[in-house]
């Protein structure tokens, strides 16, 4: 799924609580015109928001049809937000115009919780009425604190590549087994076999052309920084959320190593270069990048690249500093708490328990978009069967996808930490001093991060 990069600014915090203060948000009402409702004047009427590109779009239209023909007594109307997502949610927040339900940014999540804005959905994961979800995949910020959600779909991180860059560099294709990634050395020396300039040079060659390069070993994959940092026992926040580890030299090593493969080994594009570099599906194909490290939503255009333009489509499991590991990610769905979701409680839950459900969305998840929610579907054969019997998904994908999202998952921050938005703010441009190699990775998370959210945070965090 395509993920949103805005966070929650202070100023849209306030506005939210002041719109919380001011009364409770309208939403959309009950009963619509027989328009809407497909004949039904009495059906009560629900909308969701949701972003992503026209794949996207078409899916999550598709089901919402499906839905609606089901259920004539619900009738749920989909919107697509352009742009910032979260800013268009403040504003209909401030306005008492918000949405039903929706897919929600996670890093901001926390405080649209704990304001209220965002329905506790904690009383339907303890029942058991939403589904047995993946552990990793339920936002929770505290032990046995409200739920906001949990991801609509899995999402985990893999090696994406082109079978023929591979086979005419004479290069073995990435390990399909944990066990078996490559290490961080491993990598950058196949990054580099796959890696030639215009004139036909690999890197380390004399006459290599660092300003001219025909074909990168691997795209740029900073967006995923903090899997890498879990790999060598790293990382932003530890996994109870009380002690900011970014400072850690495991941490900083990590994100020095990242550096390095744009400015020492030239196999990675560097943000500079990234205007050159097409969409991930046409990259592949023209054979600007070799290999692809991005989330498992890029299968949706991979796979079609695969189906109508003969990509030789590879997967992998990723390379390993100390251990092999992958991150979850997944836009949560949460209900809003609204007059109309409060009136229309029962029907708002039936379409929740609809969307979240992964037999509802095999249309989104065999396109590539989706992975399963739930556990189910990554041990029975049967289940699994249904889901990745397609013509997108690789031969490689059980071993290096579903083997590798049930043993290997280090959960992301998102699902836990509430300060992420926040931290992001001073985090994010921070890093990017490392990515545009202006400062070293220590310079940067010891001299502009630290003491930046030190001043934010107090004593909150060691």
Not at 104 to 129: H, V
Not at 152 to 169: H, M, P, R, S
Not at 239 to 252: A, H, R, V, Y
Not at 423 to 451: H, R, Y
Request: proline content about 5%.
């Amino acid at each position: 799924m395509t993920k949103s990069k805005s966070y929650l600014a202070i100023s849209l915090v306030l506005i939210l609580i002041a719109g919380l203060l001011s009364g409770c948000f309208g939403g959309s009402s009950s009963a619509g015109t027989d328009e809407e409702s497909g004949g039904n004047s009495d059906a009560v009427q629900l909308k969701f928001t949701y972003w992503g590109g026209p794949l996207e779009k078409d899916s999550i239209e598709a089901l919402l049809k499906a839905f609606n023909e089901s259920h004539p007594n619900i009738q749920v109307k989909g919107q697509q937000v352009q742009g910032s997502y979260i800013e268009k949610m403040t504003t209909m927040a401030s306005s008492k115009t918000l949405p039903d339900i929706g897919y929600f940014p996670e890093g901001s999540l926390r405080p649209w919780l704990e304001s209220g804005a965002i329905k506790d959905l904690k009383p339907l994961f303890d029942s058991g009425e939403i589904g047995n979800k993946l552990k990793y995949s339920i936002f929770q910020y505290e032990e046995n604190g409200p739920i906001a959600g949990s991801s609509v779909a899995n999402e985990v991180t893999n090696i994406y590549y082109n079978k023929d860059l591979f086979d005419e560099a004479g290069v073995e294709y990435p390990p399909t087994k944990a066990e078996d990634a490559w290490t961080w050395d491993e990598f950058v020396e196949v990054a580099k076999k796959l890696t030639v300039d215009r004139n036909g040079k690999h890197p380390d060659e004399d006459g290599f052309d660092s300003k001219n390069i025909k074909t990168y070993g691997v795209n740029n994959f900073t967006y995923h920084y903090e899997t890498i940092l879990f790999s060598n026992d790293g990382g932003v926040v530890s996994e109870d959320g009380k002690d900011i580890i970014l400072d850690e030299p495991e941490t900083i090593e990590a994100l020095q190593k990242m550096q390095d493969l744009m400015y020492v080994h030239h196999v990675m594009p560097t943000p500079a270069n990234l205007s050159t570099i097409p969409n991930v599906d046409t990259a592949l194909l023209t054979k600007r990048v070799a290999m692809n490290i991005d989330g498992h939503w890029a299968l949706q255009e991979l796979g079609k690249a695969k189906k109508e333009k003969n990509l030789k489509l590879g997967i992998g499991v990723l390379p390993k500093m100390k251990k092999a590991v992958t991150t979850s990610y997944g836009t949560p769905i949460v209900v809003f708490n609204n007059d109309n979701t409060k009136e229309n409680w029962d029907e708002t839950k039936e379409f929740l328990k609809f969307i979240m459900n992964p037999k509802n969305s095999l249309p989104l998840i065999n396109g590539g978009l989706w992975m399963p929610n739930e556990e189910s579907w990554y041990t029975d054969p049967e289940l699994i069967k249904e889901w990745t019997d397609t013509e997108i998904h690789p031969e490689e994908f059980k071993e290096a996808v579903i083997d590798w999202a049930i043993t290997n998952v280090r959960q992301n921050p998102n699902y836990y930490w509430g300060d992420r938005s926040e931290a992001s703010q001073i985090i994010t441009p921070g890093l990017d001093q490392i990515w545009t190699n202006k400062k070293s990775a220590e310079e940067v998370v010891n001299d502009v991060i630290m003491p930046k959210l030190k001043q934010k945070f107090g004593d909150k965090y060691q």
